[in-house]
């Protein structure tokens, strides 16, 4: 009888729990080279329709499509069950139509997390023109221009391109008194001034050209290669290669423009898929962070406070050290807001003798970089670091745009590129044969 009982009041447990858990039912399609691929895309895409009826009934969320792009990318958890509708083979593509149940509680639960984490996620376009030549910087800055527009038609937000231009006479006063930086820092540095976590840096624009048609029509092919960082942890998150297929026309400039315009719209996704996945990881792993210890003792002295973040529950791992000369960098996975981070940080402090002493405070949050020093230390490189960024913010209040297209940059014809070698086209030959460029190869 008992056995009966238990079993009656199981059974009504289960049903409850399944009644409980809400699910919403959408029908999404996926394209892609094979089965597999087209099948993934649309269960990514379903995920995406689930978080678009949830996100749209909120009054606000800030950087909706990041927070989409970024839980998108990741199906694990969130597709209950699925069924094919149809499914459809051609000749170089597989397209799939499928009816998946998403189950939206861990979906909210993931979503009002990394909302609450990345809220104020800013993107900085940028190259470092210190040793450009004048002539080369008008194609770079077109580039830049098609790659705002991508993220302003995605509705991310960005810096615009005129606030990037004021950042950089600013700092290029700043490193000529200095005495000039790593590229990593005038990196660093412009996004920190800038407000930007994520940094998209062009690093190089490669333009292969051919004459055709018996010197009549030029032919260009634009190569353009991109770094992206998370500027929050100094972290480089992988080289993307922006490539456009030969085109010809009479005018050679157009055809030049033409060619960083296609190379940037076709490949733009490959740089979303950068962020987007490395963000996305965060809901499973956790949110890497920065934290520097100023005036704080040496790498011994750190010993309790680091077994101590290591045992609590939110911390997950991966540990990186750099320490020396009274100053501690500490590069670390935790699972909690950067404000949560560092009252933790704060309360163990207290509990170790060492920096109870030194009533240790936070002196700077920026994203996901925290630093901390003693209360009455003074910290010359925090203080001209806020000096510098409080005269930047006030420049640059009106500049900062995230919701509008940029302003079409005018097509005038770029100059010879002595970073971006151009290779110049050889009298016409009845097989057209390709010049080749010093940087890539041409068939």
Not at 366 to 385: C, D, H, M, N, W
Not at 386 to 411: I, R
């Amino acid at each position: 009888m008992k056995k009966i009982i238990f079993s009656f009041f199981f059974f009504f447990a289960i049903i409850g729990f399944t009644m409980a858990q809400e699910t919403t039912t959408v029908e999404a399609k996926g394209v892609g080279l094979n089965r597999d691929d087209a099948l993934q895309d649309a269960l990514r895409n379903a995920v995406g329709q689930a978080m678009g009826v949830f996100i749209s009934s909120q009054t606000q969320v800030e950087n909706y499509m990041v927070l989409s792009d970024a839980i998108s990318s990741k199906t694990e958890g969130y597709i209950s069950s699925y069924k094919i509708v149809n499914e459809t083979p051609m000749r170089d593509r597989f397209e799939i139509l499928i009816e998946a149940v998403v189950s939206m509680s861990p979906l909210k639960a993931d979503v009002n997390m990394l909302a609450k984490t990345i809220g104020g996620i800013r993107f900085l376009v940028m190259y470092d023109p210190r040793k450009m030549k004048e002539e080369d910087v008008e194609i770079f800055n077109f580039a830049v221009e098609r790659i705002n527009e991508a993220l302003s038609n995605r509705k991310y937000r960005y810096i615009e391109s005129q606030r990037f231009h004021q950042l950089q006479k600013e700092a290029h006063g700043i490193f000529q008194e200095s005495g000039g930086s790593s590229e990593e820092t005038y990196v660093q540095q412009l996004g920190f001034k800038a407000d930007a976590q994520f940094i998209i840096k062009i690093s190089n624009i490669i333009i292969s050209q051919r004459s055709e048609a018996f010197d009549t029509r030029t032919a260009s092919k634009v190569s353009i290669e991109l770094k992206a960082y998370d500027n929050c942890t100094a972290e480089g998150l992988g080289t993307i290669i922006m490539e456009s297929d030969w085109s010809s026309g009479r005018d050679a400039n157009t055809t030049l423009m033409n060619g960083v315009s296609t190379a940037v719209s076709g490949n733009i996704d490959n740089l979303f898929k950068a962020f987007n996945s490395y963000i996305g990881d965060w809901v499973n792993n956790g949110i890497p962070y920065e934290l520097r210890f100023y005036a704080s003792g040496s790498y011994r002295d750190f010993r309790d406070l680091r077994n101590r973040l290591k045992e609590d529950k939110n911390f997950a791992g991966n540990m990186e050290i750099v320490s020396f000369d009274n100053y501690t960098k500490l590069n670390c996975i935790f699972k909690k807001r950067p404000d949560e981070l560092a009252d933790r940080i704060l309360d163990i402090s207290d509990e170790v003798p060492f920096f109870a002493e030194k009533e240790m405070d936070v002196r700077l949050i920026y994203g996901r970089q925290i630093s901390f020093a003693p209360r009455t230390a003074k910290v010359p490189e925090l203080e001209l670091l806020k000096e510098e960024y409080d005269q930047s913010q006030k420049q640059g209040n009106e500049t900062e745009k995230g919701s509008t297209s940029p302003t079409e940059l005018k097509q005038t014809t770029p100059q010879k590129n002595t970073n971006t070698p151009t290779a110049k086209p050889e009298p016409a030959k009845k097989n057209k044969k390709p010049v080749k460029s010093s940087n890539i190869k041409t068939k």
